[in-house]
């Protein structure tokens, strides 16, 4: 588990969990509630054993609040600690196979992995709470109220979260069935330079992929526009999307005729299209006027497999984003790296 820090001065040490934590539920019950003495805690981002038996005292007087190290303590920072040792290992994934393919330079990891999870969990609250623990690994999230939560209790700058603009199925369902002019309209004039990304399976991805990515004029958009296109699949199986599914003996009716850009993956078919060059390590990387990104339904399974199948095909690891979202980051408990908070110690009229 990675731990969060608490300093032994919180009026003079560096913003920290714990601390604002406490400053949190301050503000909440007021300032008479309970006031803390004395935080340790370990420094952060330290990687604990799951079974370590190393302890981390937390004296703290609250005369008025005796519920109040349950609340403040193990109620607001299981969570985010949780999310920040889930966070770590998607960048342990996404950092090997960067390694492998040749493309592990400064920032590419860092932007790789975004975090998609506010409208999946469980309040406001839980999402502010988490981003920060995916924040020590990544830079992106679309979690952006939480810029401002992070500014009042951790003292964080305004460009502590990256985040590009991201269309959703009922913004391609408004342009009705013209996915041509959908995708003409969004990257010329809504967001004519810059990063965005486009979600286009709303009907068939594959259809967008072959028929639309392939038009004269939406290529030549793309290509001569100031910034990145991203394509987002956002369903299906993410690993036989992005990678190729060899199997398509059964596929659906109105996928038939697409047989072969589904056994190639999205990646090589946007190479196909878009073309690239090969890095150093004589792998392929994307044109960078096109990329991908997959925000469904990620695990780091499925995170782990979409780097392998990369790499088996040639391709750069850094030619997919992925979106990890409340698929991660709801579907844990403050049991799943087995986070207590107990009370080991009292002093009675002392």
Known sequence: MISSKISRSPSSAPPNLAYHSIRYLTNVLGTEAFTPYILIWSPLYVHQPRTSSERSPVPIKMPRCLFAMSISISCLIWQPMTDATIADKYKRILT????????????????????????????????????????????????????NYLMAYYDAKPNVIAYAPSTEHSVMESYGRDEKNALLQLITRVYPSGTVTIVCDTYNLWNVVDNVLTDKEVKAAIMNRNGKVNIRPDSGEPVDIIGGDPNTANISEKLRGFEQTIEKGLVQRLYEIFGGTKNEAGFIELDPHIGCVYGDSITPER??????????????SVSVGLG?????????????????????AEIING
């Open 303 to 316: 995170a782990e497999a979409i780097g392998r199948d990369l790499y088996e095909k040639g391709f750069a």
């Open 324 to 344: 990890i979202g409340s698929y991660t980051y709801q579907y844990m408990t403050r049991d799943t790296l087995g986070f207590a908070l107990k009370g080991t």
């Open 96 to 147: 090997k196979y960067a390694k492998l393919t040749g493309c592990n330079q400064t920032g590419r990891v860092f932007n790789q992995g975004g975090d998609f999870s506010m409208r999946g969990m469980g309040s406001p609250e839980a999402a502010y709470r988490g981003t920060p623990g995916h924040l020590l690994s990544f830079g992106g999230s679309a979690t952006v109220p939480a810029r």
